[in-house]
T-cell receptor, first 115, second 111 residues
Framework: NAGVTQTPKFQVLKTGQSMTLQCAQDMNHEYMSWYRQDPGMGLRLIHYSVGAGITDQGEVPNGYNVSRSTTEDFPLRLLSAAPSQTSVYFC??????????????FGPGTRLLVL | ELKVEQNPLFLSMQEGKNYTIYCNYSTTSDRLYWYRQDPGKSLESLFVLLSNGAVKQEGRLMASLDTKARLSTLHITAAVHDLSATYFCAVAYPNTDKLIFGTGTRLQVFP
């Protein structure tokens, strides 16, 4: 199993550009989520999904879109990048939260710099 | 609004000593998680605590949950250098899958 994979590892954008951060998992997990990590602020939940076709907003959803057309993939789209979106982005997956089998697996992260 | 606070934010401790990291949260929840992050790396799940009074142990780390006090503790026994990392707790909003993370405790263990 590859686990949770994220691409790209690092990206530089100019203000106003759009891009998609890719996340895929091969563990047949229902739950997938996106976080951003900023210095001194821990991780903040952007969007999450409990299954294909189902998504919901987290703490900081503005400026980001998601969709979940398959169980495996959960891309995060930045519509019009802003310097405030400079951060490290982590994707995570698990069986449904609250189940006895639950453990969240995190991807390696994508470092995004918006100029 | 659910708020999660960890303390201390920084912890420098000597090898062989014991210490406790605290995680307080502001609203009812019965699910709490602990994670470890090494510098420049991703997060690793340590413990999932699903009920009041839950206690889990792995090596020198032991986590507990008191839902009535809205408090979880991560106890470190006889610290070793390999435990140096940042530790996060995360709490679930009731009846949802939203997780709110604490700001983390950066632990440094020195000889």
């Amino acid at each position: 199993n590859a686990g949770v994979t994220q691409t790209p590892k690092f990206q530089v954008l100019k203000t106003g550009q759009s891009m998609t951060l890719q996340c895929a998992q091969d563990m047949n997990h229902e739950y997938m989520s996106w976080y951003r990590q900023d210095p001194g602020m821990g991780l903040r939940l952007i969007h999450y999904s409990v299954g294909a076709g189902i998504t919901d907003q987290g703490e900081v959803p503005n400026g980001y879109n998601v969709s979940r057309s398959t169980t495996e993939d959960f891309p995060l789209r930045l519509l019009s990048a802003a310097p405030s979106q400079t951060s490290v982005y982590f994707c995570a997956s698990s069986y449904v939260l609250g189940s006895a089998q639950e453990t969240q697996y995190f991807g390696p992260g994508t470092r995004l710099l918006v100029l | 609004e659910l708020k999660v606070e960890q303390n201390p934010l920084f912890l420098s401790m000597q090898e062989g000593k014991n210490y406790t990291i605290y995680c307080n949260y502001s609203t009812t929840s019965d699910r709490l998680y602990w994670y470890r992050q090494d510098p420049g790396k991703s997060l690793e799940s340590l413990f999932v605590l699903l009920s009041n009074g839950a206690v889990k142990q792995e090596g020198r780390l032991m986590a507990s949950l008191d839902t009535k006090a809205r408090l979880s503790t991560l106890h470190i026994t006889a610290a070793v250098h390999d435990l140096s990392a940042t530790y996060f707790c995360a709490v679930a909003y009731p009846n949802t899958d939203k997780l709110i993370f604490g700001t983390g405790t950066r632990l440094q263990v020195f000889p």
